[in-house]
């Protein structure tokens, strides 16, 4: 039997191939950029093809002549985005619509004013978004002719990235895990494959849609022909999900942070399907031989993307990394908070017409503190999706935090004084990747169990303990809501 796990994390900007010790070490790494296509304002598009082919050629880079070394595949990916291809062929139909693209926003709208989004929520977890895959794939019946006569013709198979992805490692297989399938809106929380209720709904016809596996076990077997030998694929998992098991969230309660451009914060919600009266979203996080464990969801918009902001458009600093500095060298913002609400508010306030704001400004006001105000936005933002956690019955136990901001000690400490719970980074911040080789190693029967193959691979982390004083950050929360409650 091998002794490592590759990892294939298809991402949204690139795509990765990693190869993972049973340690969680990473022996090799190969990436590649993808192109980011928009047609028009609002649209976002990839070409399937392309994440294949460097999909491929980034697994071949790591695998080299070790194809005999490697135990199993874990695949994670970007989530909601929809491919269509021929399953004759399997050859790619249209573009593939991206998670961020707009383009079904009349169409979210009008199911909603039919009332539609309750019963939709209650049965999916998920809101009437075009964020999710359903409306994208409605588009593309709708809207392409290739797409449509394939439909007719019964060619027609539709799938999210780790779908497309299996589909070509096995030489046609159609399947899609758990997890991947809970952000599509056609897969009931507590369903185990697809509904008609749903796809009626959507007019998705079932057929075109893959069957819905684990995140773990014996999923699939690559062909022969592509590294010379069948690997088998034992744990797929979305991106988000990856991480929180990557970070160890395993138990209920536990709740990992990841910053990247925005924020997007899981908490592990056990057994029981979750709910929320704060427009939160339920998703699954793991299944293994039918039974799921689920997690609540939120997200921030606006996260690195006020630091690349700041050094892109404002021209106030020189690198991301330099707001740390700038915001040690003063004792407090003097009174300045920014409001980062530059492609409106995400959850918990739900406001997508909202708009940015800097508030506070004195002639006392320059770089550091508008800096140091823009760091502090995280923690704030952050204390409100805790708050809405907790009003929907899931208390955070603590913070988990990954992504490139997390780098930041200076707002990893300022996350931890805000929140007033210990925040925790791993040295190893590709939580992601991680999560998808534990799902794997569980899988192939490495590992007894997820627990187990988190403790022996995860490696070190670093707490942050809360230290402010009550008064103060009361103060800063006051000021904040205020800000907030002015946009
Ligand atoms: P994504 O996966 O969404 O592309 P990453 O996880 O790579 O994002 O994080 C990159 C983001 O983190 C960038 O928006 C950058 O501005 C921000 N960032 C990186 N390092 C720091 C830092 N030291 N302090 C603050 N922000 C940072």
């Given at each position: 039997?091998?002794?490592?796990?590759?990892?294939?994390?298809?991402?949204?900007?690139?795509?990765?191939?990693?190869?993972?010790?049973?340690?969680?070490?990473?022996?090799?790494?190969?990436?590649?950029?993808?192109?980011?296509h928009y047609p028009k304002p609002g649209w976002v598009e990839h070409d399937a093809g392309e994440i294949w082919d460097k999909?491929?050629?980034?697994?071949?880079?790591?695998?080299?002549?070790?194809?005999?070394?490697?135990?199993?595949?874990?695949?994670?990916?970007?989530?909601?985005?929809?491919?269509?291809?021929?399953?004759?062929?399997?050859?790619?139909?249209?573009?593939?619509i991206v998670w961020q693209d707009r383009r079904t926003a009349d169409l979210c709208a009008r199911l909603k004013e039919q009332g539609h989004e309750p019963e939709v929520q209650r049965r999916t977890g998920l809101l009437l978004d075009p964020y999710f895959s359903a409306t994208k794939m409605r588009w593309m019946l709708d809207n392409d002719e290739t797409v449509r006569r394939a439909a007719e013709r019964g060619a027609l198979a539709f799938g999210t990235v780790e779908s497309w992805l299996v589909a070509k490692l096995t030489g046609g297989g159609h399947v899609s895990d758990a997890s991947n399938a809970s952000r599509t809106l056609l897969m009931p929380l507590k369903?185990?494959?697809?509904?008609?209720?749903?796809?009626?709904?959507?007019?998705?016809?079932?057929?075109?849609?893959?069957?819905?596996?684990?995140?773990?076990?014996?999923?699939?077997?690559?062909?022969?022909?592509?590294?010379?030998?069948?690997?088998?694929?034992?744990?797929?998992?979305?991106?988000?999900?990856?991480?929180?098991?990557?970070q160890g969230c395993l138990s209920p309660g536990e709740t990992k942070a990841t910053y990247g451009t925005g924020a997007?914060?899981?908490?592990?919600?056990?057994?029981?399907?979750?709910?929320?009266?704060?427009?939160?979203?339920?998703?699954?996080?793991?299944?293994?031989?039918?039974?799921r464990r689920y997690a609540l969801e939120g997200s921030v918009?606006?996260?690195?993307?006020?630091i690349q902001w700041l050094r892109d458009t404002l021209g106030l600093i020189d690198s991301a990394a330099e707001t740390e500095e700038l915001a040690r060298s003063i004792s407090d913002s003097g009174e300045v908070v920014v409001v980062p609400a530059l492609s409106g508010l995400g959850a918990p306030h739900w406001r997508a017409d909202a708009r940015g704001a800097i508030t506070g400004l004195s002639f006392a006001s320059g770089r550091a503190q508008i800096a140091r105000a823009a760091l502090e936005s995280m923690a704030h933002q952050t204390h409100d999706l805790a708050e809405a956690f907790a009003a929907d019955g899931r208390r955070w136990a603590g913070l988990k935090i990954d992504g490139g901001m997390s780098a930041n000690d200076?707002?990893?400490?300022?996350?931890?004084?805000?929140l007033a719970l210990e925040v925790e980074r791993p040295d190893f911040v590709e939580t992601t990747a991680l999560g998808a080789a534990v799902a794997a190693a569980v899988g192939a029967g490495l590992h007894p169990d997820l627990p187990a193959a988190v403790h022996a691979m995860r490696g070190g982390v670093r707490r942050f303990s809360p230290a402010m004083e009550a008064s103060v950050r009361e103060e800063r929360l006051t000021r904040w809501h205020r800000a907030l409650a002015g946009i």
């Amino acid at each position: 039997m091998g002794d490592t796990i590759l990892v294939l994390d298809a991402g949204t900007t690139s795509t990765r191939a990693m190869l993972f010790g049973l340690d969680g070490t990473v022996e090799r790494l190969s990436q590649a950029e993808l192109t980011q296509h928009y047609p028009k304002p609002g649209w976002v598009e990839h070409d399937a093809g392309e994440i294949w082919d460097k999909t491929l050629a980034c697994a071949r880079e790591v695998v080299g002549e070790d194809a005999a070394r490697i135990a199993c595949i874990g695949i994670t990916n970007q989530r909601e985005t929809v491919v269509a291809w021929d399953r004759d062929t399997l050859e790619p139909l249209a573009r593939a619509i991206v998670w961020q693209d707009r383009r079904t926003a009349d169409l979210c709208a009008r199911l909603k004013e039919q009332g539609h989004e309750p019963e939709v929520q209650r049965r999916t977890g998920l809101l009437l978004d075009p964020y999710f895959s359903a409306t994208k794939m409605r588009w593309m019946l709708d809207n392409d002719e290739t797409v449509r006569r394939a439909a007719e013709r019964g060619a027609l198979a539709f799938g999210t990235v780790e779908s497309w992805l299996v589909a070509k490692l096995t030489g046609g297989g159609h399947v899609s895990d758990a997890s991947n399938a809970s952000r599509t809106l056609l897969m009931p929380l507590k369903g185990a494959q697809f509904e008609p209720g749903l796809s009626d709904l959507f007019e998705i016809p079932l057929a075109t849609l893959p069957r819905v596996v684990d995140t773990h076990g014996h999923l699939a077997e690559t062909q022969l022909a592509l590294f010379g030998r069948a690997i088998p694929i034992t744990g797929m998992l979305g991106d988000q999900q990856a991480a929180t098991v990557g970070q160890g969230c395993l138990s209920p309660g536990e709740t990992k942070a990841t910053y990247g451009t925005g924020a997007f914060i899981l908490t592990n919600q056990g057994d029981t399907p979750p709910t929320s009266d704060h427009r939160l979203l339920g998703t699954v996080l793991t299944q293994r031989d039918g039974q799921r464990r689920y997690a609540l969801e939120g997200s921030v918009f606006v996260a690195g993307s006020l630091i690349q902001w700041l050094r892109d458009t404002l021209g106030l600093i020189d690198s991301a990394a330099e707001t740390e500095e700038l915001a040690r060298s003063i004792s407090d913002s003097g009174e300045v908070v920014v409001v980062p609400a530059l492609s409106g508010l995400g959850a918990p306030h739900w406001r997508a017409d909202a708009r940015g704001a800097i508030t506070g400004l004195s002639f006392a006001s320059g770089r550091a503190q508008i800096a140091r105000a823009a760091l502090e936005s995280m923690a704030h933002q952050t204390h409100d999706l805790a708050e809405a956690f907790a009003a929907d019955g899931r208390r955070w136990a603590g913070l988990k935090i990954d992504g490139g901001m997390s780098a930041n000690d200076w707002m990893a400490q300022d996350l931890a004084d805000i929140l007033a719970l210990e925040v925790e980074r791993p040295d190893f911040v590709e939580t992601t990747a991680l999560g998808a080789a534990v799902a794997a190693a569980v899988g192939a029967g490495l590992h007894p169990d997820l627990p187990a193959a988190v403790h022996a691979m995860r490696g070190g982390v670093r707490r942050f303990s809360p230290a402010m004083e009550a008064s103060v950050r009361e103060e800063r929360l006051t000021r904040w809501h205020r800000a907030l409650a002015g946009i």
